[in-house]
């Protein structure tokens, strides 16, 4: 059974920093891509970065420069690294990856920056 659980959400001042973890089982975790994605209240669910099987990265434009996605396939976990945060990076933000054309999704954690 694939699992996503998120972690390392909360409350931060703007041009603080957090670091959100998603621990993964039920995967061969090495072989596949992870992605951050978010959602703001009353809004779409948005990208936000990808790391690759080889450690290539995609970041939203909004984020560049400020956040970073890296991953430990030793302990089958994804980071996402926030700097420099906004009071727009307010949002629920989900782990997520694809396995043979099925979504999996963690539950979330809520950011929130205070401005």
């Known amino acids: 059974q694939v699992q996503l659980v998120e972690s390392g959400g909360g409350l931060v001042q703007a041009g603080g920093s957090l670091r959100l973890s998603c621990a993964a089982s039920?995967?061969?975790?090495?072989?596949?891509?992870l992605e951050w994605s978010r959602q703001a209240p009353g809004k779409q669910r948005e990208l936000v970065a990808t790391i690759t099987p080889g450690g290539s990265t995609n970041y939203a434009d909004s984020v560049k420069g400020r956040f970073t996605i890296s991953r430990d396939n030793a302990k089958n976990t994804v980071y996402l690294q926030m700097n420099s945060l906004k009071p727009e990076d307010t949002a629920v933000y989900f782990c997520h990856t694809q396995i043979f054309g099925r979504d999996y999704w963690g539950q979330g954690t809520q950011v929130t920056v205070s401005s």
């Open positions: 039920g995967i061969i975790f090495s072989l596949r891509s």
